[in-house]
């Protein structure tokens, strides 16, 4: 019995390690391995879509700032908002990003990927940029990651520039502009959110 | 109207109405919001399922329509270089046009990719902005979609400084060369069905998940046309990304 925990230990030990995602600290190495990865997931036909969903999360949740992104997304307005109305914020927002994540990524189609450079702006932050080779579906794409490098052995992305348009950004702007129409009432928001979580 | 009294007037109007206004700033929301959907149904109804068939051309056919309108774009592309100063820039675009037309048959085929020349687009709008002008407030046109104050203006005078409006819209022979509006409103048509084609997937995505189809749209409109003026791939938020260090 006492032998067949401790296996049942080792398992459980050996399954978490293996699903941690973690990679790489070198901000250009990272990206690499992330990606290969996560395509890797993406193009393996034995995989239900809803199990390369979950692998999908599982990566994201282990190496996107989620958290960052969130407040960045929220603008000036989590200035205002209470502490409890900032932690619903946030966990709808996780939901949503991930939702959204998986959304756009289980259609993959085979992409060859490279990371080109790597730019260290400052202490805390790396520019690692990359391209999606150019494809009989698609022109070749040039991608830049922001990557947080506050704590160098866990490196975390921030933000993606598709072609130099930032995804934050555009998140950012179209949060504001729902809080705009709707005097800024976070409450519109949070419905819209929970909308898309639903659906 | 002579040209330069037009190139006068337009400069004086967007400096006017461009001076205290950022380009974030709407004109007129809720009819942008309007237009937006009567474009968004125009999209679903003929140009998408044109785009899907053009999609299902063979791959050579569609390059080459690509190729050819981009080409045709570059006879904007020179003299805007040239209004800003971008000289070897211009020389390239110039080149670029010299070689497609001729080695690459009528612009079809894309040999100066090869070479090494860049080409890429500039417009008035863009001319305007790498002068300093804002953009103006922000509103979306009846099917030519999203724009600014510059930018729309930019885009009247880019039919004076597009050699390939004057032989086309205005008639006009150059080189011996003339055409007419079917012509103008063909290439215009074909570029859009080609842009509509490439960009099939990314914006069936973003419509699936995006909270406010319209908001993003600007958004990425007004980001593209920064980066278009700014010629950068990046821009420098550093600022307000820094806050959430822990």
């Not at chain 1, 150019?134 to 072609?163: C, F, G, H, M, N």
Request: some cysteine; proline content about 2%.
């Amino acid at each position: 019995m006492r032998r067949l925990i401790k296996s049942l230990v080792c398992l459980i030990f050996i399954l978490i390690n293996s699903n941690s995602f973690s990679y790489n600290s070198d901000p250009k190495i990272f990206i690499e391995e992330l990606v290969g990865d996560a395509i890797k997931t993406l193009s393996d036909k034995s995989i239900s879509k809803d199990d390369k969903a979950k692998k999908i999360e599982a990566i994201a949740l282990a190496n996107i700032d989620i958290n960052a992104i969130s407040m960045y997304t929220l603008g000036g307005v989590r200035k205002t908002l209470e502490q409890d109305t900032l932690q619903e914020y946030k966990e709808l927002f996780k939901k949503y990003f991930l939702k959204s994540l998986t959304s756009r990524l289980t259609d993959y189609s085979d992409n060859k990927f490279e990371v080109i450079s790597a730019d260290q702006k400052s202490e805390t932050t790396t520019i690692v940029v990359s391209r999606i080779v150019e494809s009989s579906s698609q022109p070749e794409l040039k991608i830049e990651w922001r990557i947080y490098t506050k704590d160098p052995a866990k490196p975390l992305i921030r933000d993606l520039k598709v072609e130099g348009l930032s995804i934050a950004r555009t998140q950012k702007e179209e949060f504001a502009s729902i809080l705009n129409s709707n005097n800024n009432d976070i409450n519109v928001l949070f419905s819209k959110l929970k909308e898309f979580i639903n659906k | 109207m002579s040209i330069k009294k037009y190139i006068i007037i337009t400069l004086a109007s967007v400096f006017i109405l461009s001076t205290n206004l950022k380009a974030e700033t709407e004109c007129f929301e809720k009819v942008s919001r309007g237009i937006f959907k009567f474009n968004q149904s125009f999209d679903k109804v003929i140009l998408r399922p044109i785009a899907a068939g053009y999609k299902k051309l063979p791959k050579s056919i569609q390059n080459g329509t690509g190729n050819f309108t981009s080409n045709i774009a570059t006879l904007l592309t020179v003299p805007n270089h040239i209004l800003q100063g971008q000289w070897s820039l211009a020389g390239q675009s110039s080149a670029s046009f010299l070689i497609n037309s001729s080695v690459g048959v009528l612009g079809f085929a894309n040999p100066a990719k090869k070479l090494g020349l860049k080409n890429q687009q500039e417009d008035v709008g863009q001319t305007l902005g790498a002068y300093g002008f804002n953009g103006g407030c922000y509103f979306v046109m009846p099917i030519l979609g999203p724009t600014t104050i510059r930018d729309s203006l930019g885009m009247i005078a880019d039919t004076f400084v597009d050699p390939f409006s004057h032989i086309t819209l205005r008639e006009h022979e150059i080189f011996s060369v003339s055409g007419s509006n079917i012509d103008y409103f063909s290439v215009q048509g074909a570029t859009a069905i080609d842009f509509r084609a490439d960009n099939m997937s990314n914006l069936d995505n973003l419509e699936k998940n995006t909270l406010d189809m319209y908001s993003a749209i600007k958004s990425l409109y007004l980001q593209s046309r920064e980066k278009k003026i700014g010629n950068t791939f990046s821009s420098e938020d550093d600022d307000e990304w820094s806050q959430f260090n822990k």
